[in-house]
């Protein structure tokens, strides 16, 4: 009861952040920027979600191919289409309660599988670890491809709380070996003993997680698919920039660095509501878009991937037991 309670104040306060930075960024915003915000949703180009949509879809079904792999590792061998409807199932569980996807996904997939829950729940940990990884990757591409983008944020943002990005890199190069250094000499004593408390076994478990990719049979398609499914949300938002006329001519580049940053904000609150169209305009400011189409976009992106979910994830409740017949839960 207690921790459902926890649970329950968790989501009010990450929706409220969410809120909050809604009502925060229009208010702070000019005149023009919200005739230029206005202006954008009345010009919208609709037939050009039908693609994104097309794409939208194609993201989760790699999602669901990649993590059958992943099940195989340990003996599970499900079929493609309720691994498909047990992916899409859990982004409308995220939907309404953060982080409730991976468990009901899990759930859905064991009903219709004849398995237990908790043997597919442990593949999850090497997903979202190898999911962390790329997004860190793709960050760190980003920042080499738009270094001038990147100067500017850190300029705006960042200069005058640390100082010339210039003065850095030596700076960072010696924190980064004395904080190896003080690491090794760290765990080499208190290793042991951390593995035995619960934090220590949940950074192993993810470790374990991570290191069982390299050891799948099917490796080369395991990172295909990774590939596939972050050039499927790239390519959402390159063919989203159509929508607008003030956005058409942005480039596949500056698209990596809406998906990169703007995942960020699907962490922060709940859906990424109010966190994702904010930082989708911040980026876009880089790139001289106005601070009002940026909003608009932000919201077209967020929009659009919700509502798909939604309507795929319903989809998905509707036609699992009917491709399982009289199938029973275990």
């Known amino acids: 009861m207690k921790q459902r309670i926890i649970s329950i104040l968790q989501i009010l306060f990450f929706l409220s952040l969410g809120l909050g930075l809604i009502y925060w960024r229009y208010t702070a915003m000019s005149d023009d920027s919200r005739s230029a ?78 398995i237990r829950p908790e043997r597919a729940l442990g593949t999850i940990i ?23 983008q990147a100067l500017t944020l850190w300029n705006l943002y960042l200069g005058n709380m640390l100082g010339n990005w210039s003065e850095w890199p030596w700076t960072l190069i010696f924190i980064a070996i004395g904080a190896l250094v003080a690491l090794f000499l760290a765990l080499k004593g208190l290793l042991p003993r951390f593995r035995e408390r ?24 395991f990172l295909l698919y ?30 990596m660095a809406i998906v990169a940053f703007g995942s960020i904000g699907m962490i922060v609150t709940p859906g990424g509501v109010g966190a994702y169209p904010l930082i989708v305009a911040a980026v876009l400011s880089l790139y001289g878009i106005n601070e009002g189409v940026g909003m608009a976009f932000g919201w077209i992106c967020w929009g659009t991937q919700t509502v798909l979910i939604l309507m795929l994830g319903i989809i998905s409740l509707i036609l699992l037991p009917i491709f399982n017949g009289k199938h029973k839960s275990f």
């Not at 090497?126 to 001038?148: H, K, Q, V, Y």
């Open 198 to 221: 619960k934090a220590g076994r949940i950074v192993f478990r993810l470790i374990e997680g991570v290191s069982a990719i390299w050891r799948l049979k099917n490796r080369s398609a």
């Open 226 to 255: 990774s590939i596939a499914i972050w050039l499927m949300y790239i390519l959402m938002v390159y063919l989203g920039y159509y929508a607008l006329d003030a956005t058409s001519h942005l480039s596949f580049r500056s698209a």
């Open 126 to 148: 090497g997903e979202r670890a190898f999911d962390t990884l790329s997004l860190l990757a793709l960050i760190g591409l980003i920042l080499i491809l738009e270094r001038s």
């Open 37 to 114: 915000m206005s202006q954008a949703f009345a010009q919208i180009k609709w037939w050009v979600l039908a693609p994104i949509a097309v794409v939208g879809f194609l993201s989760h079904y790699f999602r669901a191919l990649r993590w059958k792999i992943l099940l195989q590792t340990v003996d599970i061998h499900p079929s493609t289409s309720n691994t498909t409807f047990a992916v899409l199932i859990g982004y409308l569980a995220n939907t309404v309660v953060p982080r409730l996807g991976e468990i009901t996904k899990c759930t859905v997939l064991a009903r219709y599988e004849r």
